[in-house]
């Protein structure tokens, strides 16, 4: 993909009133432009996480990440863990409190 076929895209998140992208859509940009990008498993809550998901990334430590269009700077709420991968949906309540008593105003999206 070349440049000016990702234009439209970057124009949609500028016409939304943001110059910044989450993790998951610039992720998104990457891979169609044929870059590589980190395994990854985007999950809405505890709840939704598949271990099988999670066993696929094919890693014995994960790294947790809030995704918040009101968040950009994700460890100053608590929102970035590293954690063993048989922990993720502990990690992920957990972080879930600590990041909506240190940002209660923010939109969780992930």
């Known amino acids: ?3 000016q076929a990702m234009l439209p895209a970057l124009e949609d998140y ?3 009133g943001r110059d910044w992208l989450l993790e998951p859509e610039a992720y998104a940009l990457l891979a169609e432009a044929g870059l590589a990008v980190p395994r990854h498993v ?3 809550s505890a709840e939704d996480v598949d271990a099988a998901q ?3 990334l094919g890693t014995a430590e994960v790294v947790v990440k809030v995704i918040s269009p ?4 994700k460890s100053d709420v608590g929102g970035v863990k590293v954690v063993r991968a048989d922990r993720v949906t502990e990690c992920i309540a957990a972080m879930a409190a600590e990041v909506e008593a240190r940002a209660p105003e923010a939109k969780v999206e992930g």
């Open 54 to 56: 999670v066993a696929a």
């Open 42 to 44: 985007v999950v809405n």
């Open 1 to 3: 993909m070349d440049q």
């Open 14 to 16: 500028r016409n939304q």
């Open 70 to 73: 009101q968040i950009l700077h």
